[in-house]
């Protein structure tokens, strides 16, 4: 064998989506522990090596179990993350010796992302801490986890205009069109007209009004909404052409 040849580690790592009361797209982190370490300079992605009998995708809804405590999440595979370099920092090193109990000098990372309604109880097995951030809010992560991050607001856009009922995994069952607008919005980063954004929801015929409106608001309270997926996949008509 050429000496040339890696030798690696191959781990997955998950970025879940979420979206706030306050209209705000967040991530979710946990925190590892390293000693001498702040703890706000200990927060990741939730991730793990793959075990030996474990597919990627396997062991993807493996890490996601873990972290929420819900079975069956919105999952999307989107890159490999591979740059020798990605883990040469001396915490980074010293946690992976700590929760591995192996010498590791060389990971690849297959990342996913996933949605998740952001009012979901986590309820993980495997973390003691777990929280959402909002995106402008995401702190110096270890290894490349800003840049996978980044990467995958990126992928979610595109996963977004090719389907755009996934938009609805992150609502609530509920929801209001300033949230849907606001939510589209932070997404695709197109400057649309709330009013017309609103004339063309009009039009859909999967977003179903409901007799009931907001409560207890301070503006001027604004009827909610629920999305029918079966309507939509007969028609599977996109928001904005």
Known sequence: MSPNFIHTYVSVDCVVFGFDYENRLNILLVQRHVDDIPVERQRKLPGSLIFSDEDVDDAAERVLHELTGIK?????????????????????IKWMGKEYKQDIDRIITVAYLSLCKIDHKINSSKYDTVDWFPFDEIP???????????????EVRRWIEMDFSIIFELLPKKFTIRQLYQLYSA???KKIDIKNFHKRISSFNYIIPLDE???????RAARY????????????????K
């Open 72 to 92: 069956k999440m919105v999952l999307k595979q989107f890159k490999c993350f591979a740059d020798p370099e990605r883990a040469n920092n001396m915490n980074d």
């Open 140 to 154: 110096a992560l270890p290894f490349d986890h800003n840049k996978i991050i980044n990467e995958s607001l990126v």
């Open 187 to 189: 997404l695709s980063e």
């Open 213 to 219: 409106i907001e409560t207890n608001v301070s503006h």
């Open 225 to 240: 909404y629920k999305f029918d997926a079966k309507v939509y996949k007969k028609n599977n008509t996109k928001l904005i």
